[in-house]
């Protein structure tokens, strides 16, 4: 197997070329080639493609590709080399497979052999390496990541032409080397290395006069186009073809002086953090062993590697750099190098690239007057030496791309390590570096910290208190180290007197944490990343402060901004790239509570109250008609009638209304907001907001088992809906509370739910309001074991259904009608019922009806023996509750299933029956998980079927 990137991306496998022929193909390829052996995550895939502006089908497009690239491998057997692992893709270059490894061992060896002595080796091993390419770099590929990458392999072959010049001019080369540049020279005229070769390779065959006029060309072509003067390097060349001096001198063994060490002391209180240290670690190159099994080669073979370390205010980037930078210093014996490059300081001024490049240059023992005075040159000086070189380089707390980049080393051997509170997108995709995000500490972890700085015995001892402050300060490092030291500092005052302090500081939640020093200082640090956002991001990020959390969806935000969803995605991304948001999942943004907190207090000292409150209004009648949009959409033949609702403020965005799926989906990331604004809007005296929300939530946390919230949430919304005399959101209360206690299991409470929801619609003369308050009644007494009661409970609805003729409400009353004859051992009219109550909800449309009969009628032909008949019944019920995404229905038809696929005598489908239901249960978190769960735990047990009975 060969592959290729020194020219044309490829593949070549018993003397063919692979069918990787699209340019998208091959620059997939060629992204993993460069990351060989190594995990590319995804994102970072999608990423290099297209940067920051991918397409809506971007990942779907990248799995398109590498199954075409996995498909061509197949056919050449080697299909597994091309791994997906956790959320990425992992491509195996065994030995020197690859062309780009092979040229850069070549280039490796020939740096060993030329300081050995041994230059005519070297210059041999330096032809083989560049005989490799075969045209440009990265050639037939496309994506946003390959002029950067390829520019940067080409460097990589121009260093080493420049190094094969210098090598053969010593050795007295000089047409072989006047030869190899010429070409070179003509393509790159104001690359002086390559010039000042070629001068001494023309003075050398004898053409001093030729050397002399390309000197001066060059040297007008720089000061015309560039406005600088000749480098040292070629002014040297000048003076020795003057001289007459055209025999190489040895290669400078580099500047005299010790070896810098410039990183900061070792972090003394480092805990946790094993994951962030093992994706590090990762980058590093193999190991002696695996070396020798490649043939002596290791990970200096590719290019130059680079982590950037990315993560919010406070998290612990440069503890992590530190730690880590200590721990592999050994690697890197030509030094480490340090710079605080100062991009989030309070006065606003940040380490020019040009300031720290001095930096280094000076720790690197280059006397003043050799550097040069332009950043370009600079750079390039700096990249000359460490060439070749083993150097570790810490850019700690960059602001952006443009910082970093004079700062990178050109050649492979070096590692580039980089914290910035800002994402580094560019750095990613131009310059191939490996993105460690920092995330909060985890329970454990925090935890970890404070026994460390605290000692064991008065953490164990005050273990509680412990857990509050671990919880307070939401995981972030500062805030505990914060709070560790004042604990340290203060030895007789109790851990719970400073937790308390932490949890009862209300508004004012950062001021425990205030330490005085801009440094530590939670705020402070908090306002470096805040000062740098401009004036529209930074209004976003405070208005942000009032959202309840713990996530938002970007529509919500926009209603929250007043603005459309298309302006809002910018100052999101600026949001996100700052680390001041996380984007969790596709669209979704989160800050942790402390941030939270840090933004609702600019927002209650910047923005007027008036604005506050408006955004606050846009924000709850988003979730108000979003959340009752996606109701209906759960059920849209609901027996309750949905409330009316007042019309969304200006600059609210509602959304689109799509189909069932989405609503469940919808409904399962926003009901922590959901039940969030609940609380918010009645402490804000939005009483109908807080009504209406709960009465929309109901049918979701009811199918999702969310019986506790649901309970929580009907409460808050009957006192909102007694403080404004609204009959029917307290009747809605009512109805969600009895359901919640039917659950679980107070069936008392229940039934006195309901009688007072039998009065407010008695009141209100809502005769369909009576109807579906009988219908649930009947339903607790059903589970109370009371079926001759939960008929007169069902007839009685039925009969309000029929005044009203409301057809709905009638084929839901028949098919509880039905079911419980069923349990009552009457089959027929069990059957008669249900089959007039499908025909009702195939005349409505109402196909979850339908499914939740069918399920009885399955439950009707099991207790019949007709076991074939019922599980065609239960097929059908199952195709209907998948269609619409009904996944609590789903499984309790599926473990119904499985009881009669057992009595039918098909063990083995019965099993798998009970499988899907228990994974569906397990999924939502449901207690019915304990039904097909004890099912799969014997080998048969002959358990009555639920049914398909409803509220």
């Given at each position: ?194 010039v000042a070769g070629y001068l001494l390779a023309l003075a050398g065959c004898g053409q001093q006069a030729a050397a002399l006029r390309l000197y001066a060309e060059t ?193 492979p051997g070096s590692l580039v390590v980089v914290t910035s509170r800002n994402r580094l997108t560019g750095l990613v995709v131009n310059a191939g570096a490996h993105p ?111 959202h309840p959390g713990p996530d938002a969806g970007r529509t919500a935000v926009a209603s929250l901004a007043g603005l459309p969803p298309a302006r809002v995605g910018p ?381």
């Open positions: 197997m060969r592959w290729s990137v020194l020219g044309p991306v490829q593949v070549t496998a018993g003397g063919r070329v692979l069918p990787i022929d699209r340019p998208q193909q091959r620059a997939v390829l060629a992204l993993l080639l460069l990351n060989a052996d190594r995990l590319v995550p995804l994102g970072q895939v999608v990423s290099a493609l297209w940067a920051d502006d991918p397409p809506a089908s971007a990942r779907t497009q990248v799995q398109v590709c590498v199954s075409r690239i996995r498909a061509a491998l197949r056919e050449a057997g080697a299909g597994d080399l091309l791994a997906t692992q956790g959320g990425g893709y992992r491509l195996t270059v065994g030995g020197t497979e690859l062309d780009l490894t092979e040229f850069s061992v070549a280039v490796e060896r020939a740096r060993v052999e030329e300081t050995a002595g041994r230059r005519a080796e070297a210059a041999r091993l330096l032809r083989d390496g560049l005989a490799l390419w075969q045209g440009p770099a990265l050639a037939g590929a496309a994506g946003a990541f390959v002029d950067a990458a390829a520019a940067g392999l080409d460097e990589q072959r121009l260093l080493a032409y420049e190094r094969l010049a210098a090598v053969e001019l010593g050795l007295g080369r000089y047409a072989a080397t006047a030869h190899t540049l010429r070409p070179l020279v003509v393509e790159h005229p104001l690359r002086e290395p390559l040297r007008r072509r720089l000061v015309d186009e560039l406005g600088v003067d000749p480098g040292p390097e070629l002014r040297e060349a000048h003076l020795r073809v003057l001289r007459g001096q055209t025999t190489a001198e040895p290669a400078p063994a580099g500047p005299a002086g010790p070896t810098p060490a410039q990183l900061p002391g070792d972090p003394a209180w480092f805990t946790g953090r094993a994951t962030a240290l093992r994706q590090l670690d990762a980058l590093l190159p193999a190991d002696a062993a695996r070396a020798a099994r490649d043939g002596g080669q290791d990970d200096l073979g590719r290019a130059v590697v680079i982590s950037a370390i990315a993560g919010t205010a406070g998290v612990g980037k440069t503890t992590l750099a530190v730690r880590w930078a200590h721990q592999v210093a050994h690697r890197y014996p030509d030094g480490q190098l340090y710079v605080n490059l100062r991009g989030f300081d309070l006065d606003g001024r940040a380490v020019s690239a040009g300031e720290a490049l001095r930096g280094f240059l000076e720790a690197l023992h280059v006397p003043p007057q050799r550097v040069p005075t332009d950043l370009a040159g600079q750079a390039a000086l700096f990249r000359t030496l460490l060439a070749h070189r083993r150097v570790l380089v810490l850019l700690d707390n960059a602001r952006d791309d443009e910082q970093v980049r004079p700062l990178l080393p050109g050649s460690v995000m920092l995330d909060l500490l985890a329970p454990a972890e925090a935890r970890e910290l404070l026994f460390a700085r605290l000692g064991r015995g008065r953490a164990r001892r005050e273990e509680t208190a412990l857990d509050e402050i671990v919880r307070c300060c939401a995981g972030l490092p500062l805030a505990l180290a914060v709070v560790a030291a004042r604990a340290v500092g203060q030895p007789d005052v109790p851990l719970a007197v400073l937790a308390t302090e932490l949890r009862d500081s209300g508004p004012d939640r950062l001021s425990p944490l205030a330490t005085g020093d801009p440094m530590t200082d939670v705020r402070a640090v908090f306002s470096w990343s805040y000062r740098a956002l401009d004036a529209d991001s930074a209004r976003l990020f405070r208005l942000l402060g009032l100052l999101l991304a600026d949001l996100t790239r700052a680390n001041l948001l996380t984007e969790r999942t596709a669209g979704r943004y989160a800050m942790h509570d402390l941030l939270r907190a840090y933004a609702a207090e600019l927002c209650h000292d910047t923005d007027p109250s008036v604005e506050r409150e408006a955004a606050r209004r846009r924000l709850f009648d988003h979730y108000l008609h979003a959340s009752h949009a996606a109701d209906h959409l759960l059920d849209p033949y609901r027996l309750a009638r949905p409330a009316a609702l007042p019309p969304p403020a200006t600059g609210v965005t509602v959304g689109d209304r799509p189909e069932h799926g989405w609503a469940s989906a919808w409904f399962a990331a926003e009901h922590h907001v959901l039940l969030a604004c609940v609380e918010q809007a009645a402490a804000a005296g939005l009483d109908r907001h807080a009504w209406t929300l709960a009465a929309a939530l109901t049918t979701y946390l009811d199918r999702s088992g969310h019986w506790p919230e649901l309970a929580a949430a009907q409460r808050t919304a009957l006192a909102a809906a007694r403080r404004r005399g609204d009959l029917a959101g307290q009747a809605l209360a009512h109805r969600g509370l009895a359901i919640a206690c039917t659950w679980s299991g107070d069936h008392e409470a229940a039934h006195r739910h309901y009688r007072r929801d039998l009065e407010l619609y008695r009141e209100l003369g809502d005769d369909t309001g009576r109807a579906h308050t009988h219908l649930g009644v009947s339903w607790v007494l059903a589970r109370q074991g009371r079926l001759r009661s939960a008929l007169d409970e069902t007839r009685l609805a039925l009969d309000l259904y029929r005044a009203a003729d409301y057809r709905v409400g009638q084929a839901k009353a028949l098919n509880n009608l039905g079911w419980m004859h069923a349990r009552l051992g009457e089959p027929g009219p069990a059957l008669q019922c249900c089959q007039a109550a499908l025909r009702l909800h195939e005349e409505t449309g109402d196909r979850h009806g339908a499914a939740l009969t069918w399920d009885s009628l399955g439950y009707v032909r099991h207790g019949l023996g007709d076991h074939d008949e019922a599980a065609d019944c239960y097929r059908r019920a199952l195709a209907l509750h998948r269609e619409l995404g009904d996944r609590y229905d789903e499984a309790e038809v599926l473990d119904n299933l499985g009881d009669s696929l057992r009595a039918a005598g098909d063990l083995d489908a019965a099993r798998r029956a009970w499988r899907e239901a228990l994974t569906i249960f397990d999924e939502l978190r449901h207690p019915d998980a304990d039904r097909p769960r004890a099912k799969l735990a014997v080998a048969a047990v002959p358990v009555a079927p639920a049914g398909g009975g409803e509220l």
